[in-house]
């Protein structure tokens, strides 16, 4: 069945076909005579001057969507300006439930605006802002920023709910954008709303099934400001009087921010708190390699995309800040875009007397369908020094793309070792199919990265079909296959097998997943059956799910089971709750013994504003418990204060208790 399957997937990507195409629209820039007022009350004289737009497609019918969306842009030289109209003929059904600035918008109706200054025709210089119908504001500026609101900058928006809809309004800043230093630019422009109730996105213009970014508008002849308004030299601040284990003791740290040019900024970065940022939790699902966990400290965060050295579905990540750097006692880095096509970046970390950590990354894109970039990393520990170099490049034309990834590590006066991948890509509404070759030398283990497999080569393919459906009892309904064959570059067997996923959500948001795994790790068989059913899978305010599976790993029992719920108990009030298990048999010594895991996380939040919560977590792993609580004032302008009784990242409860002040001017 694996094989047919595999063949199948196969069978589609190399006989579907694509149309051309089409070319962009263009719309040439007005200039506004005097900025609206963004108070979500459309007036007609205010948007006289602007840009209009509408036919909003759906991609998934490739027709104008059934509920109809109108769009007013324009600009002068403070900021940019939008107007969206949305048309709805069941507006007793919207749905707006977050009020935490920059929440997660899920289940909800939004609006959000696309915008990339330097028009590169693609993902990269990118800029995303989205409001719901509470006018709760979540944005992702290009090149990542902090959440400090001085720092990421402010825009305005408004809301208001009409007989037929709703209307939002926009200001975004010239200042709190990165754009080039031209008299005219033609800028990347496109429209994205999204009405839950059934669950339809709709485009302006249209982008496909795929959201292919070369096809998003041209706005023509855009005129930024002369003159930079933006602050260049910035300051963030904080104290952190804590009380621990009967001592008191206080720490305080400084970030410094220089806006080098509108397009490049600098940071430095002394003495930073992280202690207090809560870190993401361990699971205890099995796993073959080491757990990968995202990044959620600042100083990483702010510019992050500058520093994405390698994809995702590569050898490894060549770039691991969230384990390879638990803490520093100063920092600095710059990145940005020297030209619209070339960007740069660099960082360099030092904990005295234990660990120095330096990373450049230069990236240049012919076009939007083509691109090359080369980094360095280097970690110094001890006497130890870890040096690493790569090379990436993508090619892309049409459905298909190629790209690569070529790394190599030396450590100290050793031979140096090599890894990188090779893939083409087949991509289609519908459809998607890679297929890569890598290799991963015996010692390729850079300091700084994370490589979860060595001593490999050989091939794997991932295909998926996928299809949101408009009528009948499913919403969506979509399947994936991952097929392995690696061997040890000793010519053993390491990875040989297939993984299979079946999953489908109906009309009344329930979730199905059912999964098969039937691969040989070191010759092992490991053959695992599981199922996955949510119940309101895309509202976070009552959702709750469940996971299970078993089997065998190298003939020995296998077994792990989840369920997790968030629910909102009442106003403002969340409840969430996670409990793991998993059950492993293994060989010791010719003894078959039996190891247990469990894992229970539960959080309580409550939303007091927009920018003010009380939060705790209590974790318990095994026999171990952790249980803090905090108070968090932040999230808007000014002093920021936040109170925190036990510690965030600890195994076991902390009789601890510190007060954290920021500043930023």
């Given at each position: 069945?694996v094989a047919?399957?595999?063949v199948?997937?196969?069978?589609l990507?190399?006989?579907?076909?694509?149309?051309?195409a089409?070319e962009?629209?263009?719309?040439?820039?007005q200039?506004?005579?005097?900025p609206?007022?963004?108070?979500?009350?459309?007036?007609?004289?205010?948007?006289?001057?602007a840009?209009?737009a509408t036919?909003?497609?759906d991609?998934?019918?490739?027709?104008?969507?059934?509920d109809?969306?109108?769009?007013?842009?324009?600009?002068?030289?403070?900021?940019i300006?939008?107007?969206?109209?949305?048309?709805?003929?069941s507006?007793?059904?919207?749905?707006?439930?977050?009020?935490?600035h920059?929440?997660?918008?899920?289940?909800?109706?939004t609006?959000t605006v696309?915008?990339?200054t330097?028009g590169?025709?693609?993902?990269?210089g990118?800029?995303h802002?989205?409001?719901n119908?509470?006018n709760?504001?979540?944005e992702?500026?290009?090149?990542?920023r902090?959440?400090?609101?001085?720092?990421r900058?402010?825009?305005t928006?408004a809301?208001?709910?009409t007989?037929?809809?709703?209307?939002?309004?926009?200001?975004?800043?010239?200042?709190?954008?990165?754009?080039?230093?031209?008299e005219?630019?033609?800028?990347?422009?496109?429209?994205e709303?999204?009405q839950?109730y059934?669950?339809?996105?709709?485009?302006?213009?249209?982008?496909?099934?795929?959201?292919?970014?070369?096809?998003?508008?041209v706005?023509?002849?855009?005129?930024p400001?002369?003159q930079?308004?933006?602050?260049?030299m910035?300051?963030?601040i904080?104290?952190?009087p804590e009380y621990?284990?009967?001592?008191l003791?206080?720490?305080?740290?400084?970030?410094?921010?220089y806006q080098?040019?509108p397009?490049?900024?600098?940071?430095?970065?002394?003495?930073?708190?992280?202690?207090?940022i809560e870190?993401q939790?361990?699971?205890?699902?099995f796993s073959?390699?080491?757990r990968?966990f995202?990044?959620?400290?600042?100083?990483?965060?702010?510019?992050?995309?500058?520093f994405?050295?390698?994809?995702?579905f590569?050898?490894?990540?060549m770039l691991?800040?969230?384990?390879?750097?638990s803490?520093?006692?100063?920092g600095?880095?710059t990145?940005?875009?020297?030209?619209?096509k070339?960007?740069i970046?660099a960082?360099?970390?030092?904990?005295?007397g234990?660990q120095?950590?330096?990373?450049?990354?230069?990236?240049?894109?012919?076009?939007?369908?083509?691109?090359?970039?080369?980094?360095?990393?280097?970690?110094v520990?001890?006497?130890?020094?870890?040096?690493?170099f790569?090379?990436?490049?993508y090619?892309?034309?049409?459905s298909?793309?190629?790209?690569?990834?070529?790394?190599?590590?030396?450590v100290?006066?050793?031979?140096?070792?090599?890894?990188g991948?090779?893939?083409i890509?087949?991509?289609?509404?519908?459809?998607?199919?890679?297929l890569?070759?890598?290799?991963?030398s015996?010692d390729?283990?850079?300091g700084?990265?994370y490589?979860?497999?060595?001593?490999?080569?050989?091939?794997f393919?991932?295909?998926?079909v996928?299809w949101?459906?408009?009528?009948?009892?499913l919403?969506d309904?979509?399947?994936n296959?991952?097929t392995?064959?690696f061997e040890?570059?000793?010519?053993?067997?390491?990875?040989?097998?297939?993984?299979?996923?079946l999953?489908?959500?109906f009309?009344?948001?329930?979730?199905l997943?059912?999964?098969?795994?039937?691969?040989r790790?070191?010759?092992?068989?490991a053959?695992?059956?599981?199922?996955?059913l949510?119940?309101n899978?895309?509202?976070?305010?009552?959702?709750?799910?469940?996971?299970?599976?078993s089997?065998?790993?190298?003939g020995?029992?296998?077994?792990?089971?989840?369920v997790?719920?968030?629910?909102?108990?009442?106003?403002r009030?969340?409840?969430?709750?996670?409990?793991?298990?998993?059950?492993?048999?293994?060989?010791?010594?010719?003894?078959?013994?039996?190891?247990?895991?469990?894992?229970n996380?539960?959080t309580?939040?409550y939303?007091?504003?927009?920018t003010?919560?009380?939060?705790?977590?209590v974790?318990?792993?095994?026999?171990?418990v952790?249980?803090?609580?905090?108070?968090?004032?932040g999230?808007g302008?000014g002093t920021?204060?936040?109170?925190?009784?036990?510690?965030?990242n600890?195994?076991k409860?902390?009789?601890?208790?510190?007060?954290?002040?920021?500043w930023?001017f």
């Open positions: 069945m047919r399957l595999g199948f997937f196969c069978l990507a190399l006989f579907s076909h694509s149309l051309a089409p962009p629209t263009h719309v040439p820039a200039r506004m005579t005097k609206p007022v963004i108070d979500g009350k459309f007036d007609v004289e205010e948007w006289k001057d840009s209009y036919t909003f497609i991609p998934v019918t490739s027709k104008p969507a059934n109809q969306t109108e769009s007013w842009f324009g600009f002068d030289d403070s900021a300006y939008f107007a969206v109209k949305c048309h709805d003929r507006p007793e059904r919207l749905a707006g439930r977050e009020i935490q920059g929440a997660y918008f899920s289940g909800e109706d609006v696309r915008v990339n330097f590169t025709r693609g993902w990269n990118r800029s802002f989205t409001v119908l509470l709760t504001q979540s992702e500026i290009a090149g990542g902090s959440n400090k609101r001085e720092w900058g402010e825009w928006s809301v208001q709910k007989a037929d809809g709703y209307i939002v309004e926009m200001q975004i800043p010239w200042k709190i954008l990165n754009y080039p230093a031209k005219k630019i033609a800028m990347d422009l496109s429209f709303r999204f839950a059934s669950n339809v996105t709709s485009r302006w213009p249209d982008t496909g099934q795929q959201d292919r970014q070369e096809l998003t508008a706005w023509d002849q855009v005129a400001p002369k930079d308004s933006r602050q260049r910035q300051y963030m904080y104290t952190a621990e284990h009967g001592n003791n206080t720490r305080s740290g400084l970030d410094v921010r080098l040019t397009t490049m900024t600098a940071l430095a970065s002394l003495n930073p708190d992280f202690k207090n870190q939790v361990a699971g205890v699902n073959y390699t080491e990968f995202d990044e959620q400290r600042p100083f990483f965060n702010e510019g992050s995309g500058f994405n050295l390698t994809g995702g590569g050898f490894g990540k691991y800040t969230a384990r390879r750097i803490q520093f006692d100063y600095a880095k990145y940005g875009q020297i030209n619209p070339t960007s970046g960082f360099f970390t030092e904990k005295t234990d120095t950590s330096a990373v450049a990354k230069i990236s240049h894109d012919f076009d939007s369908k083509s691109g090359v970039s080369a980094y360095a990393t280097q970690m520990q001890g006497s130890t020094r870890d040096a690493a790569g090379f990436n490049g090619y892309n034309r049409g298909f793309e190629w790209d690569t990834h070529v790394a190599t590590d030396k100290d006066d050793k031979k140096p070792d090599t890894a991948d090779v893939s890509n087949y991509s289609v509404p519908h459809i998607f199919s890679m890569r070759y890598e290799w991963v015996p390729f283990n850079p700084l990265a490589i979860p497999w060595s001593n490999r080569r050989g091939f393919n991932y295909s998926e996928g949101d459906l408009r009528t009948g009892p919403r309904f979509g399947a296959i991952y392995s064959n040890t570059y000793q010519s053993q067997e390491q990875q040989r097998g297939s993984d299979i996923w999953g489908c959500t009309r009344n948001d329930m979730k997943g059912f999964n098969l795994q039937g691969t790790y070191d010759g092992q068989l053959d695992i059956k599981g199922a996955e949510r119940i899978s895309s509202n976070r305010y009552k959702r709750y799910g469940i996971y299970t599976e089997g065998t790993r190298g020995l029992k296998s077994q792990y089971t989840s997790e719920g968030s629910y909102r108990v009442f106003k009030a969340d409840l969430g709750f996670s409990s793991a298990v998993a059950i492993n048999d293994f060989d010791d010594g010719g003894s078959i013994k039996r190891s247990i895991d469990r894992l996380i539960l309580l939040g939303e007091i504003s927009d003010k919560s009380v939060s705790g977590r974790v318990t792993r095994d026999h171990d952790n249980a803090y609580i905090a108070y968090r004032n999230g302008k920021e204060t936040y109170l925190i009784l036990g510690d965030p600890a195994t409860t902390v009789a601890r208790m510190s007060v954290k002040i920021v930023a």
